[in-house]
T-cell receptor, first 116, second 118 residues
Framework: DAKTTQPTSMDCAEGRAANLPCNHS???????VYWYRQIHSQGPQYIIH???NNETNEMASLIITEDRKSSTLILPHATLRDTAVYYC?????????????????FGQGTILTVHP | GAVVSQHPSWVICKSGTSVKIECRSL??????MFWYRQFPKQSLMLMAT?????????EQGVEKDKFLINHASLTLSTLTVTSAHPEDSSFYIC??????????????FGSGTRLTVV
């Protein structure tokens, strides 16, 4: 799976948009970009994923550059509860080929702190 | 949907004893489960991958005789830390992946188990 690079930490004011970047310059054509977050002392929570088109769900938006070498996770209106470690992971889709059961490899992630 | 229950949420045990952690997929069948370990201020480190009915595949450096994994059914996997020592104190997290007919984001994580060995 392609390696990702994320800033160690970021701050965001409550109510503002939080934009978390991720570099994945060695991504392959069949690899998706996944975002998870981990609130302190809890298991990771799925946020969003995408292949090449921008994606949006009730939690966030994912913007992937045209060359797919980087992406940005956007939390449109950050709240204090969004304070967490955000992980950008690149890998083949979990149901690719039907027999793929590849593992998720976590990097260091970005510590996002949302302050009042 | 897609809920993974992990139990216990925390446990304190004496050095030399064994501890069993359970991971259950409540509303789906998990053909594959993953076990992670997380030390303070560090990221999740994959320990092993288990498929229902077969032996677990351990990551390099993880002692298979110390961390026993059983995945006897499609909804239950257990991790047993044998002869625990203080250096095994950590946050253990399981993840369950749905079968091949599941959604593309079919990794669901448990809430984790805080193990403290005294």
């Amino acid at each position: 799976d392609a390696k990702t690079t994320q800033p160690t930490s970021m701050d965001c004011a409550e109510g503002r948009a939080a934009n978390l970047p991720c570099n994945h310059s060695t991504i392959s054509g069949n690899e998706y970009v996944y975002w998870y977050r981990q609130i302190h002392s809890q298991g990771p929570q799925y946020i969003i994923h995408g292949l090449k088109n921008n994606e949006t769900n009730e939690m966030a938006s994912l913007i992937i550059t045209e060359d797919r070498k980087s992406s940005t996770l956007i939390l449109p209106h950050a709240t204090l509860r969004d304070t967490a470690v955000y992980y950008c992971i690149v890998r083949v889709a979990s149901n690719a080929g039907g027999t793929s059961y590849g593992k998720l490899t976590f990097g260091q992630g970005t510590i996002l702190t949302v302050h009042p | 949907g897609a809920v993974v229950s992990q139990h216990p949420s925390w446990v304190i045990c004496k050095s030399g004893t064994s501890v069993k952690i359970e991971c259950r997929s409540l509303d789906f069948q998990a053909t594959t489960m993953f076990w992670y370990r997380q030390f303070p201020k560090q990221s999740l480190m994959l320990m092993a991958t288990s498929n229902e009915g077969s032996k677990a595949t351990y990551e390099q450096g993880v002692e298979k005789d110390k961390f026993l994994i059983n995945h006897a059914s499609l909804t239950l996997s257990t991790l047993t830390v044998t002869s625990a020592h203080p250096e095994d104190s950590s946050f253990y997290i399981c993840s369950a992946r749905r079968g091949k007919t599941g959604s593309v984001y079919g990794y669901t994580f448990g809430s984790g188990t805080r193990l403290t060995v005294v």
